[in-house]
Each structure stands twice: as C-alpha cells, then as structure tokens.
C-alpha cells in the first residue's frame, strides 16, 4: 500500500488551480501530470475561452483553467469582462451535476475575477446573483478550497456584504457543521480526509469570526442571526465535547505521521471520562497543521468568537453561553496546585486558562448577579440534559466556583503574610520598608476582592448540590466506585481542600472563623454521606484511610485527605471527630485509634485516676472494638492495658482488681469469636496472674498440699485449658469444602487472585486493616465441569506450578511461590490465646526463680502434660501449632538442664533446609539445590498426562521421598456419595513458614532452668525435677504416625532432626523405648508407603512422598541413637530404608546419600550387608550431575573403610569403577552441565581418586583383571581426540606402578643402601658409582650407576607416578676376584641385614657403625658389627603405632602394610608404557648437564598430593582470634581426637613425609600428618606450635591462616564465626562441637566426651555444597577422626579447585603434583629428543640402514 502523503502514487485526478491566490492552498505541490490539452496553433483570448464555455458548449477543464489564468493576468489596460458575461459559465462549471474539477476551475474562474480587475465592475445586485453558487453544496475534499476562495472574494473579506449578512452566516454555518461531521468520527473517514475536514472548520470558522469582527457587519445582524450564530456554536462545543479524550488514538495508529506529540490529548481516567487533559507541554511546540481533537478546533474557536461578541450580547444569551463555557472548562481541567503565596509550576492547559479568564470575566463583571444565579443552578443535576452532560456542567460551574474562593483565599493569606512580616518604622512610627515580595500588596487587597463570594455563601448550596448528586437515582447514576458523578463531590471537596489548605499556610496568624468552620463541616457531612452509601462491585463496603490518603477514586483520595488533618492542631477538632466516627466502618482501625490518644494524654487509663477501672471497663465491654474490623483500636487499647499491667504488677492492691476485671469480660466473650495478636496481651495478663497468685498461696507447701489447693490460679488454669480445647472453625476450617477440578481451563479473567499462600506480610496487614472482601466461593461445581470429568475418566491436571524455571528447558516452567507467613494474623481462635498463655506459665514456672518451689515444678509438670495432649487435642490447627512452636524449641545443655532456644534455634540452617523441600522457605544461596530442582523439573515435564490414582487425587510433583506405590492420600468422606475423581479438599492457607513469626515470647529464653531437668544421671530413679520427655517424643510419633493435618505433620518433621540432635534431652530408660519405636515407625512408614497418607489437604505440588523425604533426615539424626536399639535387625532395616531412598527425587537421594556416608562410620556391619546394592543403586542414578558430587564423597568415604568391601567380588568393584569413569566420560560434556564448572572439576579430580582408591582396595592378585576396563572406559573418555590429556597418561602411568605391585611411590633409605652406597667403605673412590647413564623411555627416565662395590648395580626409573631404585648385585661378578686374598666382606654384610625393619636409622647415631669398615676390615670385625647392631635392635622398646609411635625421617608406609612384588612390576618400571610411538631402544642421554639439572627440580616434586589443614582448639568463652591461637592443649576429647586424626611425626630429619613449611625449630618439632599410596595431609596444630613472645601468635597464623581448610574444635559453648580468623584464605571450616550446650566441663573428663560430636561444615559465600555433611552430622568419638579427615581432604581438593579458577569465575583445570611430574618428562624429552636426532640416511642404502640399528652402541 502506498504512503497516503506520497503525492506521486495517489490516483491521478483533476485539481483546481489555486497557484494564483496569495497564501499556500495546498500542503504540497500536485507531481501527478494532468493530460494536456488539445494542441492550438496560439493561445486563445479571454473573449474566445468565454464563447468556448458558455452553454451549450461542452466544458473543457483546460478552457476553464486558461480562462482562471487569464482572467488572474488582467491589469489596468485590459478592461475586464462583465460578470453578467461570465454567468452562464459559472452556473455551468459549479452546477453540482459538474465533475468536481471543473466545479473547483468554476470558483477559481470566480475568485480571480474579483479579486482581480472585475472587482470594480461588480454590484451589489451581482454579488447576491452569485451566492446561488454556493447554496447546498456538499463538503468534498477537493473542492472546499476552492469555494471557501471564492467566498472570500465575493464578499470582500467582509467589505461587500450588505444584505447577505443572513445568507452568509447559514451558509458558513452549513459548511462548518458538514465539515466538523466527519471529525466527530472515529470510523470510515481515511487519515487525509480527517486532516482537510480540520483545515476546512478552522478556516470557516476563522471567516466567520472576522466578520463578527466587523462593526459594520454585526450592526446588519437581526436577533435571529444572532441566536442562530449562538445555537451554531452550541451545537458544534457540544458535540466536539462529546468525543472521547482518547480520540486521536482510536483514529491514528501509534506510528502515524499525521498524530503530531504536541496536540495529542491524554486519555481520560478510566472512572469518568469527564475531562480532557494535554500535555502541559502542548501549549509550548509550535501549532503544526496536523491532527487535533476536535475539541481543540472549536473550542478555542468558540473563545475567539466569544472574546468579540461578549460585550455585545445581551444577558439572556449567558444561558447558553455559560453551560458550554463549564462544560469546557470540566473537559479541560487539570489539578491546582496547593494554595500558596510560593511561586509554583503550573500544568494548566492553554485552553483552560482562556476559559478561566473568559468566567471570570463573566462572574466579575456587570452580569455577575446573574452568573451566580446561573452557577448554583448547575451546581444540581439538571433533568432536560443527559447525564454526561449534566456533570461536565456541574463540574465546570464548580472549578469556577472554586477558582474565585482561590483568589480571595490567597488574598487573606498574603494579608496574613503581610500582617507578621518584620516592619521597620521612622521615629515619627511610620512604616518605612516592608520586606515582602514585589506585587504581594496588589494580591492582598485586589480590586476585584469585593466581587469574590466565600465558602461561607456558598455553602447551604454546596451541601444541597452534594446531597441532590448522592440521592440521585440509582438508575441513572449508581452509587458504586468511580462512578461518573464523582466527579461534581470530588470538585466539592477540592474547594473544602482548599479552605483547609488556606488554614494551615495562615497558621496562626489569623483567627478562624466559626461560621467557615460550620460551612465545611456542613458540607462534609454531606460528602461523607456518599461514602457510607457507595459500594463495591459486590456491595460491599468502600476502604478509606485517612493517615494514607489513597483509595480507588480521586473522591475518596481527597475526603480522605481532607479527614487526615492532625486533630491536636487543626482548627477543625471540634467538628472532625464526629465526622470521622461516621464513616469508621469504612476506616481502618489504626486511623480510629488515634481518636483514642486522647484519652491516654489525659491519663484516664492510669492507676492515677479515681475512675481508671470505670474506664478500662467501657473499653473493654465495648463489642465493636473486639471485633475483626478494629485491630489498630484493639492494639492501642491493648498496649495500653500492657503498660498499665507493667506498672501495677508489683502491686498487689491495683494488680488483682484489674487482673479480676479483665478475666470476668474475658470469660463473657463467645469461645467462637476471633482474635487477633493484640489481644494476646490478657492471655499473657492471665499467665502472669495465674503464676503469681500461684506463688503468693503455696510459697510454703509441698507438692500434695498444691494438689489440694483450688483457688483463682487453679480457676484461671481450668478456663484455658477449657479455650484451649474449645473446638473452633476458622477461615481454614470453614473452607475446606470439595472443589472440582475440571479439565476446561479457566479463562484469564476468571482465574481468582492469588490467596495469602503467596501474600506478603505488607500485604497481610494492609487486608487485616481494610475489610477484605472474599470472593464468593461456590462448594457445587458448574455441570460443565461435571459433565467433563465425568466423561474423561480422569480429573484435570493441577494448576500447582513447579518448582523453577530454568534456561535450557523448551518451554518457562513457572517457580512456585515461596510461602511467607503473614507477620500477624487478621484472626486468631481463643485456643491460640489459651495456649499462648499456657506456655506463658510453663516458662515463668520453669525458667524463672519460681522454678526453686516444689509446688512450681508440680504445677510445670501438669501444664508441660497438658501442653503435650494439646498437641492433638487443642481445638484448632493453629492452636496446635503454638504448642508444637513452644515445645520443638525446648532444648537442654550438657548437664540435662532445660531451657527455651531462641538465637541458636536453627543455627546449622537445618530447619531452613527442610522447609525450603516443601516451599516454606527460601534455600538460599550456596547450594545445589538449584541443579536437583532443574533435575525434578525435568523429571515433571517429562512426564505424560496425569495419571488416575486409586483414591481420585492427583499425581503431583511434591520431591521428597521415593514414589511408593501403596502412598494414597485420604479425604474427609463426603455427607453425599460423589465420583471422588471429580473433588479434591480445599488445600489449607499455609499457616507457618521460615522465618517464623512466633505468637509468643518466652522472657527467660536461653536460659537454663536451675531445677527442671530431662535427666538425673545422678539419680535415675528421682523424677520430682525430671520433665517427662518421653511423653512429648511419644506423642510426636503419633503425629507422625496418623496425622491429618499437614500443617502439623510438616511442622514435625521439618523440625524434629534438629531437636533429635540435642541427645541429652532425650535420655533415660523410657526416652530409649519411645525412640526405638520412632525408628520402627519411619522405617515401616517409608517401606510401606503409608506414612503421611492420611493427610487430607495437601498443598498444590506436595504429596506424601514429599513428607516421606522430610522423614529421612529424621532416620539420618536416630543413626546417633544406635545404643537405643537393642535388635541389629533395626540398623540392618535402616540401611535398607536408606538404599530404598535412592529411588527417590533428587534432594531425597542427596539425604540418603549422606546418611549412607555417616553408616559407613556407624554402622559398619549393615553397611557391609547391602553395600552391594548400594553400589548396584548409585550406578542407575549418577545419570544427574547435581548429584555427582554427593556420589563421588560416598564412594571416597566407603573406599577408606576397608571393613565395608572385605567381601566385594570382581562386579563390585566393576560397579564402583563404572561411576568413576562415567563421571569422567561427562567431565567431557560439561558444556551443557547444570552444575559449574569449579564443580566439575572438583568431580573429575575426585573420580580420578576414586579410581585409584578402589584400584588399591583390590587384592594384588585380581588387580590386572580390571585394568582393560579401565583402560577402555579412559580412553572412552577421551574419544574425539587426537591423544589422552594429560590426567589420563597420569592414570596409566599410575595403573602401570600399582597392578603388580603395592610398593611405595619412592624409595626409603634401607640399611642395604647405607652399606653399599655409604662412601666411608669405597676402597679406591670417594663416590659410590663408577659410571652412569641416563635413558628417556617413553614418559619416564631410567638412570643405572654402576656402583664402586663390585658387582653391585643402581637402576633408578622417574616416572610420573612416582620413582623406584632397584640395587642389584650382578652374580656373575665373583666376590673374590683374581689374585685378591680377602672376600668382600661388606657385601657380604648387606645382604644379611637388607631386611632390617630399623627404618634405616642407626642405633647409636653419635657412632658410625660402618667406620670400622674402612680400609679392609677382617671377617671377625664384620661378626661384631652385626651382633652389636642386632642386639640394640632386639631391646629397643616397640610403642604403640597409633597413639605413642613418633614417625621420624621417612614415610615408612612399606612397613605397615604387606607389600607383593609381580615379575611384570619390574618390567614395566623399565618400559616405554604408555608411549607407542617411542622407539623400543629409547633415547640415550649425552648432555650431563642438562640431566643433572633435571634431576635437581625433579627430585624435588612430590610423588603423591600433598594437603596441608589448619587446626584449632576453641576453649570455653573465647571468641577472638588472639585467644584461640594462644591455647597449648585442649580438652581430652580434643586430645583424643587428634591421636586418631594423624600419626604424630618428627620434623626433624624428615626426608618424604611432607612438613607443610613447618619448621622444626621455630613451629615445633612435632606435627601431626597422615598419608597413604596416594596422598598426605599435613595438620597445622596450634596447640603443638610454641607461642613464644608474641602474644598475636603470628607464626602460627602464618601457617593457619594460610590454609585453605581449617578444623576447629569448639568448646566455647557460643556458636563459631566463620570470620573469626582474620584472613583472605576464608574458604572451609569443619567445625566440631559438642551436640548440647555448655563448656564448663569441656576439660574434665566427663561421660559425654566418649560419646557423639556435631560436625558442620562453613563454606565461603559462593560455594556450593560438596561435603556429606549437609546441615550437620552426629558422628561418634570412635569415628569423628576419620570423617574429618576425609572431610578434610574433600574440602582441600574443592577449595584449591575454588581457588584456582577465582571463584568459579575462569575455566581453569587444577595441575596436580603427577601431572606437573609428566609436564616436566615431556618437557625434558622434548629438548633431549630434538637435540639429539640422528640424521636420516636414505632408504636405498640398506646396508647403511642395517648396520645402524644393529649396531647398539649408538643407543647404549
């Protein structure tokens, strides 16, 4: 489609010739060429074109514009036609039969003979004979030009019109109305036409205002003209008002060039299209010919024609004027800004300021008495006109109104300003200078002040036109929101604004009068009138605040201001408060509390006043307050009375009458009535009153004298206990009626807002102040909805979303909300208040100095009793929450002491965790929960449509628990029997999440009770001070075991680990029993799938198998209660519910994975059992990578204990390689892995090391049958590539050292090397080779030395892996030679004493044992060497190789295990393997110099991975960094553990085992490390390093703070700060600490040390979790060593991996110590290789060819 301004692709047509005339006619020049005439031999005269178009001549449009031509060129000389002449071709050419362009050549033929040379020619007579021309003519685009051209030269512009003045007005008032029709509207009327239509009207109106312009023109006018004129302009304000404000957007698309910025209008408010608002910039660009609103055109037409005839007119024609004028005025309207005498920045429309000035031109001037009287008329609804039309009046009639009282107000206020200014005076008292700003004396005293009317005139009319508009009837204009007569009261109350604004910029300088006082409260209780009888769309009741003046209409948003003034203040207190009481069911309570204020700064609630009680007592039994709809009154009231209690609760003579008062109304109050938080105050009141009144009537009897007491404490306990197991329907309760689900989705609009499940507490208190108006729920479903189930067979598929979106996925998957727990419910039950107060008195008799009664714990007791029962028995769900709340924070310290946890309630995050798994609570950072809900998600996805379970529910995507057949969820039965597939129960609001927002306070919280206790180990048989816990465990497993409720159930759950994990509250013989049953419980619950499946309204997304996998952390916690369960059947059934777990969502296999990781400590023998299936079971799930990292801690935990796979056979250990080199084969793709790539890494080093510990973990035997896989599945891994990377020649390397051989990675000094290689017993050299030669085969160095001894030879192979030495003595060396008498007795010597286990140390090393050998010793001296040296071996004394065995100068590993040598061993050290492509014979190494300075940097590189790890000791109440470096030993427990963490070793003279930069003789002599074939960890233990001087410690923060993982053991009774030491190396703490509280016997040795220890795991901000830890872990005594130390070693790999790619922020690849070794080979082979290249000889000489290979001196 062409572009409707591109003139040369518009349909060709005939134009007029307007290029004569003096002013640009059109927009643009005409491209399109017009088809020339007939060729003439000369140009024709005008006489000749006349006689060419006079009748019955055929016209001819190029005639007709050569005659407009000529005619336009005649001058002076040229006498000019008569018009008489030009008639019939005029009447021929705009005869309406005529084609368009020859009408449009007519009235150019016309116009360019008047205004040419003919003008003078023309009479009056002619000039009336040519108004036939123009009479009904149509309005065409084409020609309205040229005929409006015409007109204007025909009457002169107003010169020539005598006698036509009628004519000419209706005729222009017949073009104007054709014209302005199409612009009226917004359909079928194209772009181009619309812009000339607007052209046309402002052209004919500018016309016809320059005539009204004319004296003489109007002086010939009659009435009639007049009132035509009037009624012309009426007409066109009234519909141009009538257009939408949204006008140029319906008839322009967004891009159209022809919607100029500046004259588009904004779209009126949605409530009541009224006005027309413009940018306040329109006023500023330049008047561009484009598109307006047609209410711009006329409008402002209309105010022209108006500003030359106003003065005219008679006062009759101000009814018709006036209403169009306050009609436009309404339409352009825009917001005054606050009165002031500061400058502000006004936003008026232009238009509306001329109208402004236009009215008060009228209400000022001699016809003011009748405008007023016209004003108020429209102040009412009128009954001729429409309503539309009715209110655009009433609301311009009132902003005129409004704009008058403006000015006299800002009259009085620069009176006032004036009045208090600082003025200086003469000594005569003249007022010399006013300091004021310039023209504030013209504004104080106007000249047109007495012509202002006040709002004290005005205001019985005001009231009434505000009542008239509120009673109107409902039929023509409803009371609802927004309705459009809001618009009249929102302009009434925008005048009431002003006064008041007025008031308070006065202040106090002026006094106010009463009667203005009367007449704003006279007409605003007219105005709230309206607010009591609007309603919402439903009916219901319309919310206004007035301390946040907002609200859904502009109406209400300014009663509501006008109500917020500050009543301590404001002039208006004596009238507001009565105003405000008459709304206050619309009102929230917090703005009626503040009517309240009063009373409390007059002191009428203190014990001061004679009448408090009175008062308390009206406030009290007043209903209203107590109702749902008053919680801010209900809090003040409230806060008050807690004040007042705090002040009289010492009292006895004031406490008890007011304590008396408040229990006689609480008791009268129904059981059904709902509170709030506030109110919780009198349970509290109660709790207090029962206690003390408890104290002060048994301070001296004993526990049976307290069961025989009945008094008013006995009386307050039975009324709560009675409240407490009132049943009471609550919102939840009420609702939990059947709904449908239906496979017909709902449509958008229909879909109900989201429910307080996802509501922000913000939001829950902005419902609880507002009446909330609930949509109207139906419990029957729609016949659609049955009909549709019914037929498909299956209920529709839940609207729960899942969990998280991510980006890899097909399609957004929506994340469910994390559900927030409103912060104060809108309503509470009064079994929420009893309970509350019951707890209330259980801590003040527990916790407090109270608790020292005997009669105080009897009491404590029966309520702790009653608190248990409630826990099923109390009379609503959230009643039985508090008390869940209450008692799942009881906790006790070491000595069995209760108290209240509150700031360590959740310190390990546990609970967080576990509330996170079923959306109650956000995970947060620094998990992987995020890839094993990616992975859920998929699994979701992937499923088809749902499937139909036996019991109608739903499948739903709760992740948890594995997925068990036999899981069903059960329903309420139904009064009616209906298909169960067509409902499903109403899920509950959720009613707890973390952060929790506890209805309680415990005062005494965190501290220990100085009686009651869980335990007497003292006494075990004295229960007068022991809690009965094992009631409360019991009762939580019958929650546990059919509970309904899943509020309660996953309360329980979620929360039970951690309380589990504080082992001394659960102690004694009865507390044993209940939690064997706990464990059977779960255990059969899992197995069986029944547990959980009697909840009866799950969540959207949550089923049974969700609350299954809460119960797993659970059975993790009881693995430390393993002394509880007598029958190993119930450990062997718990491993088995583990490896059941593993078929379950991901976060259910990362728990059970983790527990598995803690048995394999544990619970060895039944780790053992099922360890195959286990292994079996991980293969099938490693497919997620999120849970490799878990997989591979398992496998490295359970390839340390070698008791668990004593038993494995050749598939076993097939299993475990499978998962190892699948991860490998994966590291490959981690491109496209949900997990980083930090995480990936640390995967692929961990595999490699699982690879090689299981690989030990064979028997040297069996080790060569699982190479080829291995091999196979390495390669597999690197498929794609032109060789293996460099890890993978590491591993080969490796397999190659190991498979036939479990020898050390280096050699050790043996006492067969310090006799041959000692250089005391050479006889001829100093040195103990002869010769030496070095070869490159492969990726290793092989280096033999012939040895001075004779026969004796040294073959040294580096290799990656590691280096061996073999010494070997040639036996074709005789040992005797030729001509020498003696023997070599020396070798002789070494081999008797080559297999001493002395380690190579020397007896008595101040003596060299071989010094006697020099020269040549005799057979005899020999003898007495040996015997000596056997005889010191035989009586040195063996310590104990764990706890008192100092290692010293080597790693002497070879001597504590069995070590087999394969003939293969020896044969690959010698080998080329891996490298196929080096020659067999290998390379000769002849540069020396290069060899020795390999071997220097070689030598040096570790054969094995080295770790080094800080540990600390954290005595009791130290905190800072200072103090813990300082301590030199800690507790026995600490010391114990460190004897299993390490071998305790010599620093001194240590050759392999690896230091950690420990020097001897400034850190210490001793450390403790530990090591195998693969690793070593050094431990920076700061209480075996010195302190010396520094009282800093900065030598061991060197060390320690350096270290990437640090072990604290935390005995300070005060949770660990990861921050404590001062360092940027802040990556890993594994802090162990004790499972309860306290540290006074830290250092005894008490009986808990033996027992379990809390480990937790501290990780730096960013890192994901890669430790089997999770929260934290209960591990024993026996085993904390072990499980920190590969805890250690995990979190050492992780962190150097964190470290080396900055955070997970650069792919970077960690180079361990073998690879670096193999980099170093390759490097060196590289140089020796080049340099050393033979030069190739030719291939035709194959003689020359032979003789070099053959001849093998060139490579030997």
């Known amino acids: ?252 698309p967004p891009s159209s060039p022809y919607l100029a910025p500046q004259s588009s209008k904004a779209v009126s408010p949605p409530k009541h299209s ?177 012509q202002s009317w006040d709002l004290i005139r005005f205001a019985s009319v005001l009231s009434r036109a505000a009542k008239a508009w509120i009673s ?146 009206n406030l009290l039994t007043m209903s209203s307050f107590f109702s749902p709809s008053r919680t801010g009154t209900r809090q003040h009231i409230m806060e008050q009375l807690e004040i007042v209690w705090k002040f009289v609760k010492d009292i006895p003579a004031y406490r008890k009458p007011l304590a008396s008062l408040v229990f006689d109304v609480w008791k009268m109050h129904p059981a059904e009535e709902l509170e709030d938080s506030h109110t919780l105050v009198v349970w509290n009141l109660l709790a207090d009153e029962a206690v003390l009144r408890l104290v002060e009537n048994h301070a001296d009897s004993n526990t049976e004298g307290c069961e025989a007491q009945d008094g008013f404490c006995e009386e307050i306990l039975n009324f709560l206990l009675t409240m407490a197991h009132e049943r009471q329907d609550e919102d939840d309760d009420a609702a939990s009626i059947r709904t449908v689900e239906s496979q017909v989705p709902s449509p958008p609009g229909l879909i109900p807002p989201a429910n307080s499940v996802s509501t922000s507490p913000i939001l829950s208190r902005m419902t609880s102040e507002y009446p909330a108006v609930r949509e109207k729920e139906t419990s029957l479903p729609s016949v659609m909805s049955i009909i549709t189930s019914l037929t498909s067979g299956a209920p529709s598929r839940s609207q729960s979303k899942p969990r998280r979106s991510t980006n890899d996925m097909p399609a957004p998957v929506e994340a469910s909300p994390v559900v927030t727990a409103t912060e104060s419910p809108s309503a509470l039950p009064k079994s929420v208040g009893a309970v509350i107060a019951l707890v209330a008195a259980f801590s003040q008799l527990v916790f407090t100095p109270h608790a020292r009664a005997q009669c105080s714990l009897w009491h404590a007791k029966q309520v702790f009793k009653q608190l248990v029962e409630l826990i099923t028995g109390a009379g609503c769900v959230r009643a039985r929450l508090a008390v869940l709340q209450f008692l799942m924070r009881l906790r006790v310290d070491r000595d069995h002491r209760l108290y209240y946890t509150a700031t360590e309630y959740d310190k390990d995050g546990n609970v967080t965790h576990l509330a996170s798994l079923i959306n109650r609570a956000d995970p947060g950072p620094n998990t992987v929960e995020d890839p094993l809900r990616e992975d859920e998600i998929r699994k979701a996805r992937a499923r088809a449509a749902p499937q139909q379970e036996r019991d109608g529910r739903r499948p739903s995507r709760g992740r948890g628990g594995p997925r068990m057949e036999a899981s069903r969820s059960r329903s309420r039965v139904p009064p009616r029997v209906l298909p169960t597939a067509m409902f499903r129960l109403k899920p509950r609001e959720p009613l707890w999440a973390i952060p929790e927002v506890l209805s309680f306070s415990v005062a005494a919280s965190d501290v220990s009770s100085e009686v009651m206790t869980s335990y007497d180990p003292s006494n075990p048989g004295n229960n007068e001070n022991v809690l009965p816990l094992s009631l409360y465990l019991g009762k939580l ?120 990781s803690l048995a394999a400590f544990e619970l060895q023998p039944s780790m053992a059992k099922h360890l195959s299936r286990i292994m079996e079971k991980l293969s099938q799930i490693m497919s997620n990578p999120a849970m490799a990292v878990h997989i591979i801690d398992f496998l490295v935990i359970v390839g340390s204990q070698r008791a668990l796979y004593v038993n494995f056979t050749e598939n076993d250990y097939k299993r475990v390689f499978v998962v190892a080199l699948k991860y490998l084969e994966n590291h490959k793709r981690a491109e496209g892995s949900s997990i980083s790539w930090a995480l990936s890494q640390h995967v692929r080093i961990m595999s490699y090391y699982i690879v090689y510990v299981w690989f030990l973990a064979v028997d040297l035997a069996d080790r060569h049958r699982h190479v080829g896989y291995i091999v196979r599945q390495l390669l597999l891994a690197n498929d794609g590539q032109a060789e293996v990377d460099a890890p993978t020649e590491v591993a080969f390397d490796w397999l190659a050292r190991y498979t036939y051989a479990s020898a050390d990675p280096r050699p050790a000094k043996s006492t067969l090397d310090e006799i041959v290689m000692n250089p005391n017993l050479q006889q001829k050299s100093s040195e103990p080779a002869v010769s030496e030669k070095t070869w490159i085969l492969g990726n290793s160095v092989v280096t033999i030395r012939a040895l001075a001894r004779r026969g004796w030879i040294e073959v040294l192979s580096r290799r990656a892996s590691g280096m061996t030495k073999f010494l070997v003595r040639a036996e074709n060396v005789p040992m005797v030679p030729l001509g020498d008498v003696d023997p070599d007795l020396v070798s002789i010597s070494a081999t008797l004493m080559m297999d001493r286990e002395d380690g190579g140390e020397w007896v008595v090393p101040d003596e060299d044992p071989t010094a ?233 040795n008490n009986l808990h040390e033996h027992e379990y220890f809390k480990v937790t795991v501290q990780r730096a901000q960013g890192m994901v979790e890669f430790t089997p830890i999770g929260d934290f872990k209960l591990i024993s005594a026996a085993n904390l060593p072990q499980l920190v130390r590969q805890l250690s070693l995990l979190s050492d790999w992780f962190v150097a991996v964190w470290q080396n790619t900055e955070g997970d922020t650069r792919r970077e690849e960690v180079i361990t110590n073998w690879r670096s070794r193999l980099e170093a080979i390759k490097r060196f082979r590289g140089q020796m290789v080049t340099a050393q290249q033979p030069p190739e000889t030719g291939s035709d000489d194959s003689l020359t060819e032979q003789q070099r290979f053959r001849d093998f001196s060139m490579a030997y």
Not at 106 to 123: N, P, Q, R, V
Not at 402 to 408: A, C, N
Not at 1080 to 1095: D, N, P, Q, R, W
Not at 1437 to 1460: L, M, N
């Open 1412 to 1644: 006697q050998f020099v020269g040549n010793p005799s057979l005899d001296d020999v003898k007495d060497s040996l015997s000596t040296t056997a005889q010191s071996s035989s009586n040195a004394p063996r310590p104990d190789p764990i706890t008192g065995y100092v290692w010293s100068r080597s790693a002497p590993s070879q001597r504590r295990k069995d070590v087999s040598i394969d003939p293969s061993y020896f044969a690959l050290q010698l080998s080329a393997y891996p490298d196929r492509q080096s020659a067999s014979r290998g390379y000769l190494v002849k540069d020396t110099a290069r060899l020795d300075s390999f071997f220097r940097i070689f030598d040096r590189m570790p054969v094995i991975d080295t770790h080094k790890v800080g540990v600390m000791y954290v005595a009791p109440g130290q905190q800072t960094e200072a103090e813990i470096l300082r301590n030199t030993h800690g507790s026995p427990a600490y010391t114990r553990f460190l004897e299993g963490l390490g071998r305790l070793i010599n620093l001194r003279g240590q050759v392999d085992v690896y230091d950690g930069g420990l020097d001897p003789d400034l850190d210490g002599e001793y450390a403790y490390a530990w090591w195998d074939d693969i690793g070593q960890i050094l431990f920076h233990t700061a209480t075996l390093m010195p302190n010396g001087d520094d009282p800093n410690c900065t030598s061991k923060k060197a060390h320690i703070g350096n270290d990437y993982v640090r072990i604290v053991w935390n005995d300070s009774g005060r949770p660990y700060r990861f921050d404590t030491l001062s360092t940027q190396f802040q990556f890993v703490n594994i802090v162990i600490e004790p499972h309860s509280r306290g540290a006074i016997a830290a250092f005894s």
């Open 1 to 252: 489609m062409f572009s409707q301004n591109d003139d040369a692709y518009r349909p060709t047509r005939q134009r007029a010739n307007t290029s004569a005339f003096p002013f640009n006619w059109r927009r643009k020049a005409e491209n399109t060429p017009t088809p020339l005439p007939p060729s003439i031999s000369a140009p024709l005269q005008w006489e000749e074109l006349i006689e060419a178009l006079t009748p019955p001549a055929v016209p001819s449009l190029n005639y007709a514009k050569s005659l407009a031509t000529a005619l336009g060129t005649l001058d002076a000389h040229s006498p000019p036609p008569r018009l008489a002449t030009l008639q019939p071709v005029l009447a021929s050419l705009c005869s309406s039969d005529s084609p368009v362009s020859l009408q449009t050549a007519g009235y150019d033929i016309l116009t360019a003979y008047l205004e040419g040379s003919g003008s003078s020619l023309t009479t009056t007579a002619d000039r009336l004979s040519c108004l036939s021309l123009f009479i009904d003519v149509p309005w065409s685009q084409e020609l309205w030009e040229a005929r409006s051209k015409a007109l204007a030269a025909l009457i002169g512009s107003g010169a020539h019109t005598a006698g036509m003045e009628g004519h000419i007005l209706r005729m222009l008032s017949t073009w104007i109305e054709r014209a302005f029709e199409g612009l009226t509207r917004t359909d079928s009327i194209s772009h181009e036409d619309r812009l000339e239509r607007q052209r046309s009207v402002e052209s004919l109106t500018t016309l016809l205002t320059n005539l009204v312009r004319k004296p003489e023109f109007v002086s010939r006018l009659t009435e009639a003209d007049t009132a035509g004129v009037l009624e012309l302009w009426e007409r066109l304000v009234d519909q141009s008002l009538s257009v939408p404000g949204e006008y140029l957007n319906l008839v322009s």
């Open 274 to 450: 009224l006005s027309h608002r413009r940018h306040h910039s329109s006023t500023s660009l330049p008047k561009l010919s484009l598109l307006k609103h047609p209410a711009d055109i006329i409008v402002d037409a209309y105010l022209i024609y108006l500003s030359q005839r106003l003065v005219a007119l008679a006062p009759n024609y101000l009814t018709s004027i006036l209403p169009l004028l306050f009609r436009a005025l309404a339409f352009y309207s825009t917001p005054l800004p606050r009165i002031s005498l500061q400058p502000s920045v006004t936003h008026q429309n232009s238009l509306e300021k001329k109208i402004s000035d236009v009215l008060s031109q009228l209400v000022s001037g001699p016809y003011a008495s009748s405008c007023k009287i016209l004003l108020k008329r429209h102040f009412f609804p009128s009954k001729e006109a429409s309503l539309h039309v009715s209110i655009q009046a009433s609301v311009g009639a009132l902003r005129t109104l409004r704009i008058s009282l403006r000015q006299l107000l800002e009259s009085r206020l620069a009176r006032a300003y004036i009045s208090s200014a600082t003025i200086e005076s003469s000594p005569a008292g003249v007022p010399t200078h006013l300091e004021m700003e310039k023209g504030l004396l013209e504004r104080a005293w106007s000249q047109d002040e007495c």
């Open 472 to 617: 109107q009837e409902q039929e023509t204009s409803p009371n609802v929101i927004a309705a459009p007569k809001e618009a009249v009261l929102h302009e009434i109350a925008a005048i009431v604004k002003d006064v008041i604004q007025a008031m308070d910029e006065r202040g106090d300088n002026e006094d106010v009068d009463d009667e203005e006082i009367a007449a704003i409260a006279r007409i605003l209780r007219e105005l709230v009138e309206y607010v009591r009888a609007v309603k919402t769309p439903d009916g219901g009741l319309i919310p206004i605040s007035i301390r946040r003046p907002d609200g859904s209409s502009p109406f209400l948003v300014a009663v509501a201001t006008i109500l917020a003034q500050d009543l301590r203040t404001s002039p208006l207190f004596p009238v507001l408060p009565s105003i405000i009481l008459s709304i206050a069911d619309h009102l929230p309570d917090r703005d009626l509390s503040d009517l309240l204020a009063t009373m409390v700064e007059r002191q009428s609630l203190s014990p001061t006043s004679l009448s408090w009680l009175d008062e308390w007592k």
């Open 1037 to 1156: 497993m019958e929650v546990i075991e059919s509970e309904r409720e899943w509020e309660i159930l996953s309360y329980v759950l979620c929360h039970l680990p951690a309380q589990l994990a504080n082992k001394h509250l659960f102690c004694g013989p009865r507390s044993r029993i209940v939690i064997g049953k706990l464990l059977a419980s779960l255990c059969s619950g899992i197995t069986e799938g029944t547990l959980a499946t009697k909840v009866e309204r799950w969540p959207d997304g949550i089923i049974s198998r969700d609350a299954q996998g809460l119960a797993f952390h659970t059975l993790t916690v009881l693995i430390s209660y393993k002394r509880c369960f007598d029958n190993s059947q119930q450990l062997h059934h718990l491993v088995e519910v583990f490896l059941l777990g593993l078929n379950g969502q991901p976060s259910t296999q990362k728990c059970c994975l983790h527990a598995l």
